[in-house]
């Protein structure tokens, strides 16, 4: 044997050891994890793992579905949400659909179904039709609750919830089918209730005669009670009718008055605020009585001490532009203040506004985000929208 044969029968010799002492080792390594009810990591895995470190989407997204599965590793929920959430970040799409299910499901969060579409919508808008498929299946299922909630409301006697829900029924808003049988009765339950907006609804129903027969009669006296509470489209409308009629000025102080059961005056004397708010627009516009702005001044005064939200709003819009009244910045501010506080929705933007540009009160933006949001929260557009713009 030449020397170059030994030296290689020596190395062979020792390869087999190694390789030997491999196998001794992995098969010590396999009973340890395995005793420990532990899962060998695959070469593939390993892989993945490096991958997804390094960065990359898809091996983050099929990481974390391993995880979520128990497909080659221990089951873990918080790692599967680690890695889906770092796939995420990156616009995975299968990855934003998948934390959509989880948070429809509450698997491994809790259960919220904002986010679960919100994730949906996501996915669904980059064209993955299944996020597409749950996102309508949610929302559909969003509608019917909101639309049973409201029905209840409307039911318990809400003016504000029949009002809704006559206008969904009048529009077709999903869940409900346009019906005007079902719109008219729950705007009419409204409106008997004193709800501006559906005795406006109402009257404009009559006036067009789109859906029943065509009534001017009930339109005017519709239109008259809304216009009473200062609802400027229930205004127009009026005067438009009698116009078209060829009314005249007594016409109006009629139209008007239809809608109280004692002259508006005498009304307004005896204390009834709604004839206070009324006649104090009357004077200010000389409806059916002399134009004098002191007097209807003073009689919207009286209403809005009352509480009135109607008046309290005409009267701060007033100051606040300064019409025909020495323009007050603080007046205005004191009057939307006890408008906001009855809940009307435009008293509290117009609070909000004053609250930021610190107009007759000293800036506050908690303050003016404060009452942005309670106008946003009852859908007033352009609360909603100085929110929006803030949050941006």
Do not use: C
Not at 17 to 22: A, E, K, P, S
Not at 153 to 180: E, W
Not at 238 to 245: A, E, F, S, V, Y
Not at 255 to 260: N, Q, V
Request: glycine letters at 10%.
């Amino acid at each position: 044997m030449t020397g170059g044969e030994a030296f290689a029968q020596r190395l062979m010799r020792k390869q087999w050891w190694r390789y030997l002492g491999g196998l001794l080792i992995y098969g010590a390594l396999f009973n340890f994890v395995n005793a420990r009810g532990q899962e060998v990591p695959e070469p593939v895995l390993v892989e993945l793992q490096h991958n997804a470190q390094q960065g990359n989407l898809d091996a983050q997204y099929q990481l974390a579905m391993k995880y979520l599965n128990g497909d080659g590793v221990p089951s873990d929920l918080p790692m599967a949400l680690k890695w889906l959430r770092k796939s995420v970040d990156g616009g995975h799409l299968r990855a934003e659909y998948q934390l959509g299910i989880m948070y429809r499901d509450g698997v491994g969060v809790p259960k919220d179904l904002e986010l679960a579409m919100r994730w949906l919508r996501v996915a669904a808008g980059s064209g993955h039709t299944q996020a597409q498929t749950a996102y309508d299946a949610l929302n559909r299922a969003q509608l019917t609750r909101e639309f049973d909630k409201l029905q209840a409301s409307a039911q318990a006697g809400d003016a504000a919830a029949q009002y809704a829900l006559g206008r969904n029924y009048l529009t077709g808003k999903a869940p409900q089918a346009v019906n005007p049988a079902q719109a008219l009765a729950w705007l009419t339950r409204a409106a008997e209730q004193q709800q501006a907006d559906a005795q406006y609804e109402v009257g404009v129903i009559y006036k067009d005669g789109s859906s029943v027969p065509r009534d001017l009669e009930r339109a005017k006296l519709w239109l008259g009670k809304a216009a009473a509470q200062g609802h400027v489209k229930a205004k127009v409308a009026l005067q438009d009718i009698i116009r078209d009629t060829g009314g005249t000025s007594a016409s109006v102080e009629k139209a008007f008055k239809s809608s109280e059961t004692l002259p508006v005056y005498r009304a307004a004397m005896n204390g009834d605020v709604n004839s206070q708010f009324e006649l104090g627009l009357m004077y200010i516009h000389g409806e059916a009585v002399p134009k004098d702005f002191t007097r209807g001044v003073e009689w919207l005064q009286r209403a809005g001490e009352q509480d009135h939200a109607g008046a309290q709003l005409q009267l701060a819009d007033m100051y606040l532009l300064g019409v025909e009244i020495q323009q007050d910045a603080a007046a205005a501010f004191q009057w939307y203040q006890r408008a906001a506080r009855h809940g009307n929705p435009q008293a509290q933007y117009m609070l909000g506004n004053l609250y930021r540009a610190g107009s007759g009160v000293r800036e506050n933006f908690t303050e003016a985000r404060r009452w942005y949001a309670a106008a946003a929260k009852q859908g007033h557009a352009k609360a909603k929208e100085r929110l929006a713009a803030e949050e941006r």
